[in-house]
């Protein structure tokens, strides 16, 4: 995969340089094996080696910290400082585990809320005056809040994607914010 992926990469990066158009990849969600799946960009190790395939800053993340911290071990705010010159797109929220083997359910974004330390991921970001794109990525279903159609709208719902982005951008201003 990863040869096959440094083929595609090769074939299309100089077309990005060109008309300015920065890649940007996802980690594996979960960030683990499933159903003996192979998985491609699920630690730093894995993203380093996908970065390597290609050296051009063109060639980067949309850093979900959800997903990379899905796997046990993976240091999300460390991910962040090492990776940041390359991050064009990072989705911030959290998630809790709910057993040693790594089962996991989406939660708030509020780092006393899971195992994902958003407070540190911001300071991280705001540290470095990160001018790239952030957004809080998934929602609660929360005050029953439906479609057009009427079903539920369960991971994309606006009302917890508006409570995770006030939250996360009330991180950023603790750390940037002076009067
Ligand atoms: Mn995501």
Redesign the pocket.
């Known amino acids: 995969m990863y040869a096959n992926y440094k083929y595609f990469l090769d074939a299309v990066i100089p077309t990005c340089e060109r008309y300015d158009v920065k890649l940007a990849v996802?980690?594996d969600?979960p960030a683990f094996d499933l159903f003996g799946w192979p998985r491609v960009v699920s630690s730093k190790e894995g993203i380093q080696r996908v970065l390597d395939l290609n050296p051009s800053p063109y060639n980067g993340l949309?850093l979900?910290?959800?997903?990379f911290s899905s796997r046990r071990g993976n240091d999300p705010v460390a991910a962040v400082k090492t990776f940041m010159d390359r991050i064009h797109f990072s989705?911030v929220?959290n998630i809790r585990f709910t057993d040693e083997a790594g089962s996991f359910y989406e939660v708030g974004h509020r780092a006393s809320e899971g195992d994902v330390d958003t407070i540190g991921i911001m300071k991280a970001y705001a540290e470095a005056d990160y001018q790239g794109y952030i957004?809080p990525?998934?929602g609660r279903h929360l005050w029953s809040e439906n479609t057009e159609a009427g079903r539920p709208r369960p991971g994309y719902g606006l009302y917890d994607r508006a409570l995770g982005i006030q939250y996360l951008l009330g991180c950023w201003d603790s750390f940037r914010y002076t009067k």
């Open positions: 996802h980690p969600d949309c979900c910290l959800g997903s989705h929220r957004r990525d998934h």
